[in-house]
């Protein structure tokens, strides 16, 4: 059974950081594309950060600068540290493993920025 289990999400003041993780069971965790995605209220679900092949990464814009993903392929986890935040970056954050056709997803975890 395939199991991706975020952690690390919670309140922040503007300007924190937070590291979230995302822990994967159930696969070959090396050969899945791993990402991060964020949903805020009303709000479609976007892109945050992703490897694109190998250990290339790619970001948003709204987080190039702040935001930096990084994989552990020995504890099959990745990982999103998270600095300079803002309240924009309220959201409910979501770890995603894809290798061709196979396309998991987590449960998410709240990130909340605010004094």
């Known amino acids: 059974q395939v199991q991706l289990a975020e952690s690390g999400g919670g309140l922040v003041q503007p300007g924190g950081s937070l590291r979230l993780s995302c822990a994967a069971s159930g696969i070959i965790f090396s050969l899945y594309t791993m990402s991060w995605y964020r949903q805020a209220p009303g709000k479609q679900r976007e892109l945050v950060a992703g490897?694109?092949?190998?250990?290339?990464?790619n970001y948003a814009n709204s987080v190039k600068g702040r935001f930096t993903i990084s994989r552990d392929n020995g504890k099959k986890t990745v990982y999103l540290q998270m600095n300079s935040l803002k309240p924009e970056d309220t959201a409910v954050y979501y770890c995603?493993?894809?290798?061709?056709?196979?396309?998991?997803w987590g449960q998410g975890t709240q990130v909340t920025v605010s004094s």
């Open positions: 490897f694109t092949d190998g250990l290339n990464t």
């Open positions: 995603r493993a894809k290798f061709g056709a196979r396309d998991y």
